[in-house]
């Protein structure tokens, strides 16, 4: 195989577009997916304030790294989830990059901030370990942006991720979810942050490539808790998909961006009211993440 640019050995091949490049020329390609996703959604520009959910994972240290060599001033959140040895990892992951590169990481410790860790709130709640983990980072990571008065919220959602989640949403029917899944949020006057996901035309295994040729560190390890959880088993069968018919996830990823989400976009937008606790904006009287923490933060025992 040879690089589709230069003609040298290649080291990895794109089969969906039908390319092969040596490391350097992977690396432009993976910068022009980016550039090209940020600019063709209209995403932000180099006046916005951004800030990157961290997580020491390959897709947003890659993410980070992409957006730097870019010419963007990223700053990035990482979130303390408290998960044993995999938390500490990933946060120490996430420091090191920042460090190397002398940039800005935000820190926060969910214990320390909100009195609770996610195990906790998985044992304490009726959500899963992943949907306690995504409503606290949705929460904490919005509130981190709006305090710093950043007015974009970046994400290293890749395209297996948002093609599983679709995948996901479509197989429940879930119409609220089907509306709000796109790669673009704007934000709202009720105090959301504008949310963005430009690695969502770069697949998984190409973040992991970028991130093993520009020689990044990152956790390697699964989230534990995260095991044998559904859109992991959705992702191997979409893999299945993409081995026979390459273009397969990307395919159903934009042709539902171009021509299904429109019509689900229809319907009225939920009206967005002040939680009564926090103030954060939510459609009822107190927000998902106040509840969570009024149950995961009780010691054991209270409350029963
Ligand atoms: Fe969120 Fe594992 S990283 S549950
Ligand atoms: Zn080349
Ligand atoms: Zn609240």
């Known amino acids: 195989m040879r690089c589709r640019v230069c003609r040298s050995r290649a080291a990895i091949e794109v089969r969906r577009h039908n390319a092969a490049f040596c490391g350097e020329h992977f690396v432009e390609h993976i910068h022009r997916q980016v ?11 180099s006046d916005d304030r951004l800030l990157l ?26 979130l303390e989830l408290g998960i044993g040895a995999y938390s500490v990892d990933s946060t120490n992951y996430s420091r090191v990059f920042a460090d190397q590169r002398d ?23 009726s959500r899963t370990a992943c949907s306690a983990c995504g409503l606290s980072k949705r929460y904490v990571l919005n509130s981190v ?30 119409i609220d979810y ?8 704007v934000e709202t006057d009720a105090g959301l942050a504008r949310k963005v996901k430009p690695l969502i035309r ?18 390697i390890d699964e989230c534990p808790m995260a095991n044998g959880n559904t859109i992991n088993r959705i992702k191997e069968q979409l893999n299945a998909m993409e081995q026979q018919r390459p273009g397969f996830k ?55």
Not at 178 to 185: D, E, T, Y
Not at 202 to 219: N, P
Not at 265 to 294: H, I, M, W, Y
């Open 35 to 45: 550039q090209r996703t940020i600019e063709d959604f209209e995403m932000f520009n």
């Open 53 to 78: 959910g961290v997580s020491g994972g390959k897709d947003s240290l890659a993410l980070w790294e992409i957006l730097t060599e870019l010419g963007y001033r990223v700053d990035g959140v990482n």
């Open 103 to 125: 940039l800005t990481l935000l820190e926060v410790d969910l214990q320390d901030e909100f009195g609770f860790d996610i195990p906790a709130a998985a044992a304490s709640s």
């Open 145 to 174: 942006a709006r305090r710093g008065g950043y007015n974009v919220l970046v994400m290293g959602h890749n395209l297996d991720d948002e093609a599983a989640t679709l995948f996901s949403n479509v197989a429940s029917w879930n």
């Open 178 to 185: 089907l509306a709000r899944q796109h790669p673009v949020l």
């Open 202 to 219: 770069v697949a998984e295994r190409e973040t992991a490539a970028y991130a093993v040729i520009r020689g990044i560190d990152y956790e």
């Open 250 to 304: 990307q395919r159903f990823l934009f042709g539902f961006l171009e021509r299904g989400s429109p019509i689900f976009n229809e319907g009225p937008r939920p009206v967005l009211t002040a939680c009564s606790v926090c103030g954060s904006p939510t459609t009822g009287d107190v927000c998902a993440f106040c509840k969570l923490q009024d149950r995961a933060a009780k010691p054991t025992g209270e409350g029963q």
